[in-house]
């Protein structure tokens, strides 16, 4: 892991893990440029923060927050990972994940030592679609994050982004069909786009409206507006 792993912490939110008091560690860099992605300053951006730091900032939260949110960018870039959720889960706080599934073979090893107890996982977009959105090609790896959840029966949930533009309701509608066969039975989140001045690429605001209407029911969808 770089030495300051961390661009910025969170101090309290009561909205990021169900249920749950806790902090976030948000992680710089990352592997995807998601063309809606408002952490411009965190995905390119260097960290300011050690592990030592932050577990640190914890000591002071004992007995106060119940749970770490490792946020971002993407976490799940940094190797020893596992190393800082061992130190975390000894101070007794439970550890949220949010990912963008690149990292399967990572995401296995927490999940098997326990060292993760809910997952959010981002659906970008329909495979075709992929590389447009985030700038990466490795859907398939992702996919392989999402089957080892689903086999696991791992509490973890789907969420995707939408701007109006990008993604239209029939790919949505896509990404049921194909989480739905896979057999994912959970909730799916879906998140409106939001328009800040720290977007990442040149993404205006949308001109089409999203045909909420035409959603599929094949899974209980959720907007988180
Ligand atoms: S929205 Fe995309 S680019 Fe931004 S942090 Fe998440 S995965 Fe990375």
Known sequence: ???KPIYDITAFTALDYPDH?????WFAKCNMRCQYC?????????????????????DSRAGLLEAV???GGEATLYDDLLEFCIKIKE?????KLDTNGLNPLLVQLLVENNLVDYIALD?????EKFLTITK??????FAKTLNFLIAKDFPFEVRTTVHNDLLRVEEINRIIDDLYKRGYRGEYYLQSFLFTDTILS?????KITFEREKLSDKLRVVWRE
């Open 1 to 3: 892991m770089s030495l």
């Open 21 to 25: 008091l806790a902090t976030i560690f």
């Open 38 to 58: 408002y952490n411009k300053d965190i995905v390119l951006g260097d960290g300011e923060i050690t592990q030592e730091q932050a577990l640190e900032f914890l």
């Open 69 to 71: 949110v490792l946020s």
């Open 91 to 95: 101070k007794n706080f439970k550890i």
């Open 123 to 127: 659906y970008k977009a329909p495979k």
């Open 136 to 141: 990466n090609k490795h859907f398939d790896d």
């Open 202 to 206: 040149k993404l205006k605001e949308e």
